[in-house]
């Protein structure tokens, strides 16, 4: 989240506690990314009680740069796609 002059403060709750953000972006937008990674840790905490919320919480970054990581090389094949197409 990019600190700008324009940046807004955002409350968010994450895994029980709150965190201020500040972001140049729409405040429903900063919200919905929070509710996403809480939502995350939740589901990974259910399925295993005992693990530490730490540890959930990298487990959730890890993932969530899992997903990014693909979703990028799916990008990259669909733009190599249409730039054959385009140059064919």
Do not use: W
Request: aromatic share 4%.
């Amino acid at each position: 989240m990019a600190k700008t002059a324009n940046a807004t403060r955002v409350d968010v709750l994450i895994a029980g506690e709150k965190y201020v953000l500040k972001a140049d972006l729409p405040v429903e937008y900063v919200q919905s990314l929070a509710k996403d990674v809480d939502d995350r840790i939740d589901e990974l905490l259910t399925r295993n009680a005992r693990l530490p919320l730490h540890k959930a919480a990298i487990l959730t970054a890890i993932n969530l740069a899992d997903e990014l990581a693909k979703l990028q090389e799916s990008y990259d094949s669909l733009v190599q796609l249409i730039e054959k197409d385009e140059s064919a």
